[in-house]
């Protein structure tokens, strides 16, 4: 299942083009989906909690959000958003590629500045909050992105390009340091980490064992498992079954497909065991869920 599947179908925008590469959409946990799983890519995102709160997660590191908060995941950082307790939250996602501020004839100074973005190796708090000095002139750029993007009159790209190089401008000016932060897991680690996400992500569909993912890793079982489990807090079969109910709840709420089927091309061979787990993790059987 691909990170855009897990976005809402309605109040999608999605204006990813060769040269713009920049989407938004809303989303509202647990009205669209339950969570977004652990998961990584090349993009830069942003979390605008729009109402209530919940909690994100950036590079292991969990963070409780409410309204008003903006969570800056940097390019490559693993991260995940989920429910906090029985509240509900709305957020905004605006996801781009930091290319769409570099042009063909860009200024070296330009080039250089969104180069050290994308590598940084300092410290900035992944969480914005109101009560930040300078949190209003930051988070009044992506404001008006959003304005921008409420009709996307003509050359709104030139404006919403405009929004983010002063947004960056005060990122890097007043919330980073220089100062590394202590890392949870060194690079090495990190790299393992994102590729096993990245075979479950691309597998799940198929039946994977133990014996099969730690031999993707160059681990041995044994070491694998605790490698797993003291990244995540989880073992990697709960993770595994969690990934596939995930996908499972968003098929039975975006096709017709017979349950059985939805349950087969989620990995689950026994529909018995599947109703189960889902039953355990939703609070109501598959056919309930769907209505």
């Not at 897990?6 to 969570?35: A, G, Q, R, V, W």
């Not at 691309?202 to 498992?225: A, E, K, R, V």
């Not at 968003?250 to 065991?273: H, P, Q, V």
């Amino acid at each position: 299942m691909k990170l855009e599947e897990y976005k809402p179908l309605k109040e999608n925008k999605s204006h990813f083009t060769t040269d713009f590469l920049y989407n938004t959409y809303l989303c509202s946990i647990p009205l669209d989906f339950s969570e977004v799983p652990l998961h990584w890519h090349n993009e830069m995102e942003l979390i605008y909690i729009k109402k209530g709160c919940g909690i994100v997660s950036v590079d292991l590191e969990r963070f409780i959000v409410h309204g008003g908060d903006l969570v800056v995941v940097m390019p490559g950082h693993i991260h995940s958003i989920s429910q906090n307790s029985n509240d509900r939250f709305e957020y905004e996602n605006i996801i781009f590629n930091l290319d769409m501020l570099i042009s063909r004839q860009c200024d070296r100074a330009t080039l250089e500045f969104f180069t050290g973005i994308s590598s940084f190796r300092g410290y900035c708090c992944p969480v914005i909050t109101s009560s930040d000095k300078h949190y209003d002139e930051l988070i009044s750029y992506i404001d008006e992105a959003d304005k921008i993007c409420q009709s996307f009159p003509c050359g709104y790209e030139m404006k919403i390009r405009g929004c983010l190089f002063n947004f960056f401008f005060e990122l890097v000016s007043y919330f980073y340091s220089a100062k590394e932060n202590t890392v949870i897991l060194s690079d090495e680690k990190m790299g393992k980490l994102k590729s096993i996400l990245n075979y479950v992500e691309n597998n799940y569909q198929n039946s994977i064992s133990i014996g099969d993912i730690s031999s993707h890793c160059h681990f041995s079982q044994s070491h694998f498992m605790k490698f797993f489990k003291s990244c995540t807090g989880v073992s990697f079969i709960e993770y595994l079954n969690d990934y596939r109910l995930l996908v499972a709840a968003r098929m039975l709420k975006s096709t017709t497909l017979a349950i059985i089927d939805i349950a087969s091309d989620c990995g689950f061979d026994n529909i018995s065991y599947f109703n189960r787990k889902f039953k355990a993790k939703y609070g109501m059987p598959p056919r309930e869920y769907r209505k």
